[in-house]
């Protein structure tokens, strides 16, 4: 199968960079463009627009590393890929991404959340599983 546009959301985690180096790897298989997004999450109760600045200027620091590992893989397997940090809410804004880049690949990380944790409402992986319209490649 040929993917033309694969997206992987990644979190800095080490599940999330499993993730992107088979999303590298199949990149290059397909030739297909790779696009990267890192969600921030909004505080929940952001009540001034100055919590949502401070919260993008977070994000553009807290992700600098997970950008800078990302650019040197992609580098040394000889492939482009374009990062786009945002900030809001990690399933809904991933998903909406996905969609609006017409992705035909979503790869992304198993989180870490604990098993009773899981059990009770389900992990992002599985919500983005549900929600999403391109084929999602869940990575351990």
Not at 18 to 23: S, V
Not at 97 to 112: C, H, M, R, S
């Amino acid at each position: 199968m040929m993917f033309k546009t694969i997206l992987n959301a990644n979190d800095g985690s080490e599940p999330a960079f499993r993730a992107f180096a088979l999303a590298l790897e199949l990149a290059k298989q397909n030739q297909s463009a790779l696009h990267m997004i890192c969600v921030e999450e909004l505080p929940n109760l952001a009540d001034f627009i100055e919590e949502v600045k401070d919260a993008a200027a977070l994000a553009e620091r807290r992700f600098e590393v997970v950008r800078r590992r990302a650019l040197d893989q992609a580098a040394a397997a000889d492939v482009s890929v374009q990062i786009h940090v945002v900030v809001g809410h990690p399933v809904r804004d991933i998903v909406q991404f996905a969609n609006d880049l017409k992705a035909e690949l979503l790869v992304i990380g198993a989180t870490g959340h604990s098993a009773f944790y899981e059990r009770m409402i389900g992990s992002r992986a599985d919500r983005i599983m549900q929600l999403a319209s391109c084929p999602v490649m869940v990575v351990k």
